[in-house]
């Protein structure tokens, strides 16, 4: 892969520049480890359907990687963890949410009760329990 150095990035820590393959399905993840977005898009399925938690399913991946044969293993679970989680950071959800018939902010929201955790390490400033409004979050008028 052909990789040029960062103009922005200075000192010790220049950088290398590598290819946007997303035309070709393809997520760069650090210049040197390549993932297809359907494998990646696979996960954010299993996980969002099902709950589906890292360690298995790399366990499932690894073992179709190993029934097939292949030279190269799977990637550990660190690495893949690593990968998906910066593959759906650059992803555009804003409309994954949007009731077709409501819009994005529907009267009444019913929850399926899925929990959904990931690492600590991946928790955001904003991030608030589900319990707590935000200041410029609409409100409905039902009651209950």
């Known amino acids: 892969m052909e990789v040029q150095t960062c103009t922005k990035c200075s000192g010790r820590w220049r950088q290398r520049i590598g290819p946007d393959l997303r035309e070709s399905g393809i997520f760069n993840f650090n210049n ?27 366990k499932v991946v690894t073992r179709r990687y190993e029934e097939n044969r292949s030279p190269v293993p799977f990637v550990s679970e660190q690495v893949l963890r690593a990968a998906w989680f910066a593959y759906v950071n650059i992803q555009d959800f804003t409309k994954d949410m949007t009731c077709p018939t409501c819009g994005p902010a529907p009267t009444d929201v019913i929850w399926d009760g899925v929990s959904v955790g990931f690492s600590k390490k991946h928790m955001l400033d904003t991030l608030r329990p589900p319990t707590v409004s935000a200041v410029a979050a609409p409100r409905s008028l039902a009651q209950y």
Not at 32 to 54: G, I, K, R, V
């Open 32 to 58: 040197h480890l390549l993932f297809t977005h359907e494998l990646l898009d696979d996960y954010t399925s299993c996980y969002t359907t099902s709950e589906t938690p890292f360690t298995a399913w790399i």
